[in-house]
């Protein structure tokens, strides 16, 4: 009869603290703790599966009871060495606490631990999964835990330590088992596969290292798994990844092309051909989040060795993934993974999952309208130049910025006022439906007021008074909607023609830029301003803007613009800056003019305003 197989991971266990990989913290830290007869009776192991916990536990019993001890090199011959090598210790007791969880199991423990060793110098107890006990049987241990007989040692063993009571872990020495490295795992992946007769490339062992989540044993099993395959043919990172049910990065090159490119129907086939083959909709999506994560650090790398640690790719592929990922913004690759991310959770919950996977990439691909970094930042700027200075802020509540628009005009000078227009559209930004929305409330809620007009040098105060104002909201404000009653250096009084307005008026954002600019004017020290609701006497005042109109002209005919703009619409302007003497019974249906030109004439009830 044949000898039985015995698998790599138990084959190849360490046997002494020189044999474990990659937790060199905690060997220095036992080992220590055995020269220097420092020996606790209790230790919590932590740490991720597969890491060396319960083959830790094993050293430390063996090099505590061979017959040479306590050593650091247990000779493996004598009795003690020899039982828990094959797994039958007397003296050393390993119980799972998964099936050894209840109040019963923690007593029999108690019951025994008062039996003296038969073979070494102390009873070890090694509980493995010790965060599956019950809350009754932690208490239970918890006494004997705390001050056990002198020859008895616990070693508790765990994956998930926040589970295990606080009682308990102050009670022990904790170790914390780190995952061990892709580069430690592939050094001794390599030695066993050379001891083993195993023809494997070096890519298939960093892909098996890559897969086993930092733990030895996951690898080690991987590795026999492979061992079987063709003897005659070499092991490649293509047969570990069919193996494992995982995507090539031939394939997820491909298809991730499809999807930076917005080639869906390639996409779309391509995921057939892998779905085919026998992938499952989860495993795929998780090869792409991997996929993109791995353009992501290729696109901040610039050193390649660096790039090569944290993807653990192959030199030609992170140099293939550099040029693919060349032309693409981090913000893409960011947002790519977030949309996989989310379709993971949905193609795990869902029960058809294909469907799920198939609405990603076809999302992904037509990703059309997204918008890189650059060209948000250009439309930032664009904005906040309409908005710096220039753009008058139009509130909600207040109707739209009355234009000045003459009846009549005149065709000198027409391109310069084509710009003037297109610039004041811009800058005013103000909607035909708005302007339509203004218009009718100012022909049923706010007829023009009846009086005398004020005489010129209360016009020509008020006007120099508003030049001063800095704040061009306020400014226009102001201009459109007040009406002077009276001023002087001392009172300036105000009327508006709704009590919103008069309110308005009043708030400091309004009320103090008007004070600022009255006082340089005046150049006094104090002013009141009065702002009131208008009444019958208070007689409709133009805006004072006359001068800088004529201002806005001569710069106008200095420079030459663009004639894209409706030739009444600039003629309409031009005659605002040369403003003559009109009829204002004209009708408005008599004038040939264009319906936005006639909009804007019937929002101010036809009336010109010199």
Not at 51 to 79: D, V
Not at 429 to 449: G, Q, R, V, W
Request: hydrophobic share 35%.
């Amino acid at each position: 009869m044949t000898e039985r197989y015995l698998p790599l991971y138990r084959k190849y266990r360490p046997q002494t603290f020189h044999d474990l990989i990659g937790q060199e913290n905690i060997v220095k830290s036992l080992s220590n703790a055995i020269e220097l007869g420092k020996i606790s009776h209790a230790y919590l192991l932590c740490g991720p599966r597969g890491t060396g916990k319960t083959s830790s536990a094993r050293i430390l019993a063996k090099s505590l009871n061979c017959a040479q001890g306590p050593t650091l090199t247990p000779c493996g011959k004598c009795p003690s060495c020899l039982d828990i090598m094959n797994s039958t210790p007397i003296d050393v007791v390993e119980i799972d606490a998964a099936s050894n969880r209840k109040v019963e199991d923690a007593r029999n423990i108690l019951e025994k631990i008062q039996f003296v060793p038969v073979n070494g110098r102390y009873k070890i107890y090694i509980i493995d999964e010790v965060h599956m006990l019950t809350t009754e049987a932690f208490n239970t241990l918890l006494k004997t835990l705390e001050e056990p007989p002198e020859n008895v040692i616990f070693i508790l063993a765990t994956t998930e330590p926040h589970k295990v009571l606080e009682t308990i872990i102050s009670r022990c020495q904790r170790f914390d088992f780190r995952r061990i490295t892709t580069d430690d795992i592939v050094n001794h992946l390599e030695k066993i596969s050379k001891a083993e007769n195993i023809n494997i490339t070096k890519d298939a062992l960093f892909t098996i290292a890559k897969s086993s989540a930092g733990g030895m044993r996951d690898s080690l099993a991987l590795l026999d798994q492979l061992s079987v395959m063709d003897a005659q043919k070499e092991i490649t990172a293509d047969d570990v990844n069919e193996m494992l049910g995982r995507l090539s990065f031939d394939v997820l090159f491909e298809l991730s092309c499809c999807m930076l490119n917005s080639n869906s129907q390639q996409a779309i086939s391509m995921l057939d051909k892998i779905y085919n083959k026998g992938n499952e909709p989860y495993q795929i999506i998780s090869n792409l989040i991997m996929y993109f994560r791995n353009m992501l650090i290729v696109k901040n790398c610039s050193d390649r060795n660096i790039a090569m640690d944290l993807t653990q790719l192959s030199e030609q592929n992170i140099l293939k993934m550099r040029e693919q990922v060349e032309p693409v913004e981090i913000e893409q690759l960011i947002y790519t993974i977030e949309r996989l991310s989310f379709y993971s959770k949905e193609i795990r919950e869902t029960t058809n999952r294909y469907l799920w996977l198939e609405l990603c990439l076809i999302e992904l691909c037509s990703n059309v309208k997204y918008s890189t970094y650059s060209q948000l930042l250009n439309r930032i700027e664009i904005l906040e130049s309409k908005l710096s200075g220039e753009t008058t802020y139009i509130p909600a509540s207040a109707p739209a910025p009355r234009l000045n628009i003459k009846t009549q005009v005149n065709t000198a000078n027409s391109e310069p006022v084509k710009t003037e227009i297109k610039k004041i559209i811009e800058k005013q930004d103000i909607s035909t439906h708005e302007i339509s929305n203004a218009a009718e409330e100012t022909k049923t809620s706010s007829p023009p007021l009846s009086g005398n007009e004020p005489p010129s040098d209360l016009s020509a105060l008020w006007g120099g008074i508003l030049q001063n104002i800095e704040s061009v909201p306020s400014r226009m404000f102001f201009y459109n909607l007040s009406r002077p009653v009276s001023i002087s250096d001392k009172e300036i009084t105000i009327s508006f023609m709704k009590e919103i307005f008069v309110k308005q008026a009043k708030e400091d954002s309004k009320n103090l830029p008007l004070k600022k600019a009255a006082l340089a004017y005046f150049n006094v020290e104090d002013i009141k301003i009065t702002v009131k609701l208008a009444d019958a006497n208070d007689a409709p005042v133009s805006s004072n803007i006359k001068p800088i109109l004529e201002e806005k002209k001569k710069e106008l005919t200095q420079k030459t613009t663009d004639s894209d703009i409706e030739e009444e619409n600039a003629l309409a302007l031009q005659e605002n800056l040369n403003p003559t003497q009109h009829n204002e019974e004209n009708s408005l249906s008599e004038t040939n003019y264009s319906d936005s030109t006639k909009m804007i004439l019937e929002l101010f009830n036809g009336k010109i305003i010199e």
